[in-house]
């Protein structure tokens, strides 16, 4: 069992940057790969960012790409997102989660827990 909780999330202007955090709890938490997905109003989850269980391999989706960075620390059981360069596009409830690695980064249905989210509001 791993629990999630997010922090991090505000309001800045565009062009501004933002770091989030996903602090998690239990000894497997490095054996997890972590991702980050985002929901605007009315929109589905979205992919955002993933790292796998040792931080040697990342995956972004190409919106993010070159602005969002995501990396973990084992020791602290947390895993971050710096967001850079902000538009009011990623404007959305931030949500980081646990994979077992079964399947592939790129899709809710292979992440197996999940944090209560955080807001990130961008304004014009």
């Known amino acids: 069992q791993v629990q999630l909780v997010e922090s991090g999330g505000g309001l800045v202007q565009a062009g501004g940057s933002l770091r989030l955090s996903c602090a998690g709890s239990g000894r497997t938490f490095s054996s997890y790969g972590m991702g980050w997905f985002r929901q605007a109003p009315g929109k589905e989850r979205a992919f955002v960012a993933a790292?796998?269980?040792?931080?040697?391999?990342?995956y972004y989706a190409d919106s993010v790409k070159g602005r969002f960075t995501i990396s973990r620390d084992n020791a602290k059981n947390t895993v971050y997102l710096q967001m850079n360069s902000l538009k009011p596009e990623d404007t959305a409830v931030y949500y980081c989660?646990?994979?077992?690695?079964?399947?592939?980064?790129?899709?809710?249905?292979?992440?197996?827990?999940w944090g209560q989210g955080t807001q990130v509001t961008v304004s014009s």
């Open positions: 790292i796998n269980w040792s931080g040697a391999t990342t």
């Open positions: 989660a646990a994979t077992a690695g079964r399947g592939s980064y790129y899709y809710t249905f292979s992440y197996v827990y």
